[in-house]
């Protein structure tokens, strides 16, 4: 009986010309977007593998015969885009891709547009997934706002009642052929995860199995988005006229999508506002001046690294120790700038915390910031990515710089000849970029998850409850 409801719709849907052309011009819209992303982030990885190959080429024949002075010549490291950034780019292109590693300074990535925002929400829809998210509801819409009203217009809902019909049956199967529209819709985007899947280089640290696994999550999130706009389509045209059904829908449209999203960011920047970037930095530069941060000086970095080499090579004084001092006393140096840094990062990580709480607060009145969110956290492409890689590259900057000033400590310096002067400077790994799992992103994002499927409950319970005066 549903399915025999879902193809009646379904023809009549295809005998509409409009319709029809709308669904068709839709999907080529969305072909071309998957096609032109997947190529432009394709170029982008490529280019990035390059750039890495270079920075690595770039250190290990440098020409600089002291590891200390090596850490001050540095090195690049290249962030290099997620496999599904094709689908969904978030805010990846806002956050800078490259950051330079050197001794004493901690840099930020270049091209980073960090402002006082949670820039979480990018509204132009022209990324597969924005089209999907943004779009798709307006589709839906045009299909969905008349088709229970119809009946009661055109004076069928009797006979169809007469013949055993139930309420419930008809909503059920409106709201299948809708979907079913829906999930047709959606296509071009599940051809290029499957593509995604297939053909990814193995450059990153991403298994084929965790890939899968983000692209099914990924893909399975969005039709449950859908789902719970054909659920709100449905159930206003059962209740409303068609002209005041299609108001209503698009009113929905506009609140969840644009307006609420907006008031979010904005409400999370007013209550929490980063500090300004000039005053920190300021604040460090006069800290390591001084030499000290009003909580630890440099003396009891120095201190406690004279204390520990006395006791690990069992002299007494400094003068017999069998290393290069002033090289150990950088050890300290770099340990004092770190605390600074660290210091200052976890200041600005508390900030965004408190931000996105107040944004993951409002999932549950807004459906498009829940996709959002776990759709760009899927995809590799949102802040906590990016704050990964971060992190990784100031990790890997902290351990070459003290393998390289234990080396100068230690007396060990590259030489003349370029192969042991190469296989001297290859003790500094290669730079590892690496993704955590699935399951990790959906934890952290359990709120917005919650928020969707809460959601596309309360509509499919709406759409299933008898109108006052209904049959059932």
């Not at 597969?128 to 779009?135: E, H």
């Not at 006229?241 to 108001?247: D, I, L, Q, R």
């Not at 996105?356 to 807004?366: G, I, K, M, Q, T």
């Amino acid at each position: 009986m549903l399915w025999t409801i879902a193809r009646k719709e379904l023809s009549e849907l295809g005998r509409d010309r409009s319709v029809v052309a709308v669904l068709a011009t839709y999907v080529m819209m969305l072909s071309i977007s998957c096609a032109v992303s997947q190529w432009i982030w394709a170029e982008r990885a490529s280019a990035q593998a390059s750039r890495q190959y270079a920075a690595r080429e770039d250190w290990l024949n440098q020409p600089t015969q002291s590891p200390h002075q090596a850490t001050h010549r540095g090195t690049v490291v290249y962030k290099c885009p997620s496999p599904l950034a094709g689908v969904d780019s978030g805010v990846a292109p806002e956050l800078g891709t490259e950051i330079r590693l050197e001794a004493h300074q901690r840099h930020e990535t270049v091209n980073s547009a960090r402002d006082n925002h949670v820039r979480m929400l990018r509204l132009d829809f022209i990324t597969p997934a924005l089209l999907l998210q943004g779009v798709s509801p307006l589709v839906i819409i045009l299909i969905s706002h008349g088709l229970m009203s119809r009946e009661h217009e055109q004076g069928t809902w009797g006979l169809l009642a007469s013949v055993g019909l139930t309420w419930r049956k008809a909503v059920f199967g409106k709201w299948l052929a809708v979907y079913c529209v829906a999930v047709g819709l959606s296509t071009p985007v599940l051809l290029t995860l499957i593509s995604t899947v297939i053909w990814s280089p193995r450059g990153i640290e991403m298994s084929s199995q965790e890939l899968a696994v983000r692209a099914a999550a990924l893909y399975g999130s969005n039709l449950l988005y859908l789902a719970g706009w054909c659920a709100v389509g449905t159930a206003l045209s059962a209740r409303f006229s068609a002209g005041t059904s299609f108001v209503l829908l698009i009113s929905c449209w506009a609140i969840w999508t644009l307006i609420l999203p907006r008031l979010a960011v904005d409400l999370a920047d007013s209550r929490f506002p980063l500090p300004d970037e000039h005053s920190l930095r300021d604040s460090r530069a006069t800290a390591v001046r001084q030499g000290s941060d009003g909580r630890h000086s440099l003396q009891e970095f120095n201190a406690a690294l004279e204390q520990g080499l006395l006791q690990k090579y069992g002299v007494a004084k400094l003068s017999d120790l069998p290393i290069d001092l002033r090289a150990a006393r950088l050890l300290a140096g770099e340990k004092f700038t770190n605390a600074l840094d660290d210091r200052a990062e976890r200041q600005i990580s508390e900030i965004f915390q408190q931000q996105y709480r107040v944004v993951e607060d409002l999932v549950w009145f807004s459906p498009y910031l829940s996709i959002r969110s776990i759709s760009s956290a899927l995809a590799g492409t949102d802040r906590g990515h990016h704050d990964t890689f971060i992190n990784a590259a100031e990790q890997y900057r902290r351990a070459f710089v003290e393998s390289m000033n234990t080396a100068e400590m230690e007396r060990q310096f590259p030489g003349t000849d370029a192969a042991a002067a190469r296989a001297f400077w290859s003790q500094v790994p290669e730079f590892q970029q690496h993704f955590p799992s699935a399951t990790t992103v959906l934890s952290a994002h359990r709120r917005s998850l919650a928020g969707l499927f809460f959601w596309c409950l309360a509509l499919a319970m709406l759409a299933l409850l008898l109108p006052r005066g209904g049959l059932s």
